[in-house]
C-alpha cells in the first residue's frame, strides 16, 4: 500500500537539538591548524551557532511538505519516495536516486525543470532520512535496486530511466541489470574507473592523471569510508549522540568534495544534515558503505555519463566504455560531487539530452 506522507518533527526533536548544541563541549585546535587536522574549529563554531539561533527547520520542512511525498512497505522496509508527475501524460518516468552523505534534498533544484519532461520518483535510499533506519543486515546496492524496480511497478511505471551519483550511480547501474526490460537507460554523474593494466585502449595524458587520482585514492582509503565501512555502528554511536559531531562529520564531506565555483548554501546542507539528525540514520546511512561492495556493477542498458571537474574521481571513457554501451558523454566546466546541488541546469539539461537519445 502506498500512503500519502508529511513531514512533521516533533517541536520535543528541534528542542533537544537545540539544547544539545548549546551543551557541546569542544576539542582544542592547535594554531594556524587551517584543515590539517580535519574540519576547522571557527568554522564548525560557526555553522554550529547558526544551526541553533538562526537556521530555522520549520520554514524549510513547510517549503518540502509542499511536494507530494509517499511511503511504502518493500521487502520489510519502510520507502520514502517524492512523486511528481509532469504535465505530459507519456512522460518518460525517472527514477532519482542520492547517495551519502545526500538526501533527497539533492534533486530539489532539478525537480522542477525535469518535470517538464518526465514522471519523477525521488526515493530515500532504505537507512536514510525518512525510509529509515534499516534493521537488518544485506541492504547494498542491489537490494535497493529490487525495492525500486518493484516501487516502479507499483507506481505503474513499465518503463522508466535511472539517475544518480555516488551510491545513487551504483544503485541505478544495478536497477538496470535487475530490471533491463524495464530500464530505458542509465545516466550517471558518478563513475570511478578503476586502472586496468590489462586493458587494450589508448589513454590520453588526461586518462593517466585521472587514473593516478584513483589510485592515491585506492592507497589512502579515506577515513570516514573506512570507518563507515568497517564500524559503522561504532562511528553511529557518536554521531547519533552527538549533532556537533554529526555536522562535522558531513559538513566536511561538502567542504571537500564541492567545486568552490558552485558553492552551496549553509542553509541547504544544515537541512540535509539536520535530516540525518532528526532521523537518528547515522548508524543505518552508515552501513551501506559496510554492505555495498566496492565497485559497480555490469549495466546491460544503455549508459551516459556526466564528468564533473571537482568531483572525487573523473571517469576514463576508454576503460568506462569496456564494461558500459556508452551512448552519451559529458565533460561538465564546473560542479564537484554534488551536481544536482551544485549545477542543477548543466545537470537537468544533460540529463534531457541522454533520454532523449534512448527512450
Known sequence: MIEPFRIDVPQADLDDLAD???????PNEVADAGSDYGFPLARLKELAEYWRTGYDWRKHEAALNELPHFRTEIDGQNIHFVHVRSAKPDALALVLTHGWPGSFLEFLDVI??????????VPSIPGFGFSGPTHERGWGVTRIARAWAELMRRLGYERYGAQGGDFGSGISLSLGAVAPEHVVGVHVNYLPTRPDPDADVVLSDVDEARLEKVRRLMANRPPFQALQALTPQTIGYALTDSPVGQLAWIAERFAEWTDPRSPIGDDRMLTDISLYWLTATAASSARLHHDAPRGFAPCPVPVGVAVLPHDITQSVRPLTELRYDVRHWSEFERGGHFAAMEVPDLLARDVRDFFRTVA
Do not use: C, N
Open 112 to 121: 522542477e525543470p525535469l518535470s517538464q519532461d518526465f514522471h519523477l520518483v
Open 20 to 26: 544539545r548544541l548549546a551543551r557541546t563541549r569542544w
